[in-house]
Structures are given as C-alpha cells and as structure tokens.
C-alpha cells in the first residue's frame, strides 16, 4: 500500500488497555507491522523491536517501512484483480490489524457483494476487525491459526460466510516465514491446496533469502523475532517459495519482488534482485 495509514488515537501504551490474555511487554508481529504502516495501534515492545528490524534494514540498504508498504500494494494489487477477474470470496489468514484499504473494501470496490473472512491469533488484532467490521455483514473476523488450517475451514462461522463448493482465494501475504519449520510450512500450504476447487486462487508472499545475504544480519533478525509472540523468523530460497504452489498455474509475472507485481507504475525486475519479500498468485486449474 503506497498511503501510510492515519493515525487512530493514542499510542497502546497503557497496558490496562491490553485485551485479556495479550501480555504488552512481549512483541507482537501484528502489532509490529502495523508500526511500520505507521499506525497507533502498538505497544512500546512492539515498537521497540521493530525498531531493531529497522535499524538491520538499514544495515541491507532496505527501507522496512517501504518494504512493508510495498507487500502491503501487492496484497491489494492481487486481490483487485482477482475480484475483477471474478472471485468474490476471500479468506485472509494471519491478516493482521486494520489499516486503510483492507481486504474487504478493495474486493467490494470491484466485486460489490464479495464475502470476506479475516483469520488471526491475536485477540488485539479481533478487537479492532470485529469492531471496524460491526456494520459490515459481508466480512467476518474469526480466531484462527495458519498452523491449523482445517480448523480455519471446518469453523462453523467461516463455512457459514464462504461456499467452498465455489472458487474462493485465500490469502497467506507475509504469515509462511513465521513458520520455521519447513515440513510444518510445506504441510499447512498442501493442506490448503487440497481444500481448494477449481477456479480458487492462492495469494502468497514470503520473505526470500540468498547466500549472499551475511549470516549474521540473518542471525540478528532471527533473535529479535525469537523474542515475539510468533517465536521466530526464517527467509527461504526462491526454490522452496516456488513450491509452495506446486500443482497451482501461477500468474504472470510469476514470483517476484512485490513491489514488481503488476505495479500501478513500471518496475523493473533486475537480474540480481533476489532478496527482500517476493510474492506470487497461483490458480487452481
């Protein structure tokens, strides 16, 4: 997303106002990216380890607020034009909190009547959906994790919103390198596969990394996220992200940089661009 999102209210940092079972002085990696779109709704260990984040970004040449905005564009470049091309279901699974032109609104805005499911652990980031959502029949916040993806589909509430006898797209845009576990990934992305029917799509990005990236920039970013409420970070190779769509027909232009998939304006994919957040949109067949 190219906008930074306005402010809403006070900063998170009275801890009397952390919802029931949200510990304030543990980072969260919702509460975290909402700090880079610029956003309130984040505590001071949240703030203070993205920070860190930002401060190893700089260390790369990279800019972590435009990298976030940037995955943020492709994620609502994607979902436009699966709703101009007609999808008009979307599940969202790790979200994320609320920010300016959220899921629902861009599919609505090309898809008047699309249903959408937000998925998310974080009892703060159902707190701010369900309220924005309140008036909004159409869109629903559930609690769910991208680890259990049966649960999310077999959940009463989400088959009542989705028909899963009907193309639907599900969107996982920077959740996968929170799974460190690479059997665990591959599992929860070909259980997802497996649910899917013809005409569904599969929006992913992924943090990617190369041998060229120094070893201890990696072991720096992996202590900071060790420390979060997700437990760690880990980048994959472009092999590996690929895969992830094994059995779907990904879309031109393929897997990409994010910011290089179809842009509003012209970016060019150069040759050595093999870091940062690469995303892709596979179909199924």
Known sequence: ?????????????????????VDPTVPNIARMYDYYLGGKDNFAAD????????????????????VAREN????????RHLAESGITQFVDIGAGLPTQEN?????????PGARVVYVD??????????????????????AGDVRDPDAVFDDPEVRAHIDFARPFAVLLVSVLHFVTDDEDADR?????RERMVPGCHLVLSHILTTDEVAEEVVEESK????ATSSGGLVG????????FFDGLEILEPGLVPVQAWRPDVPWEVQADDRTGIFGAVGGMP
């Open 1 to 21: 997303m190219k906008a930074v999102p306005q402010a809403r209210g006070r900063r998170l940092d009275d801890s009397r106002r952390a919802p029931e079972g």
């Open 47 to 66: 703030r203070e380890a993205a920070e860190k984040m930002l401060a190893i970004g700089r260390q790369m040449g990279n800019d972590g607020r435009e």
């Open 72 to 79: 943020r564009g492709f994620l609502q470049r994607a979902v």
């Open 103 to 111: 899921v629902h609104q861009v599919a609505r805005r090309h898809a």
């Open 121 to 142: 652990n974080d009892p703060v980031v159902l707190t701010h959906a369900r309220a924005l959502l309140a008036d909004n029949p159409e869109t629903i916040a559930v």
């Open 188 to 192: 929860i992305v070909a259980r997802i």
């Open 223 to 226: 202590k900071v996220y060790a």
């Open 236 to 243: 994959r190779p472009f092999k590996r992200i690929e895969a």
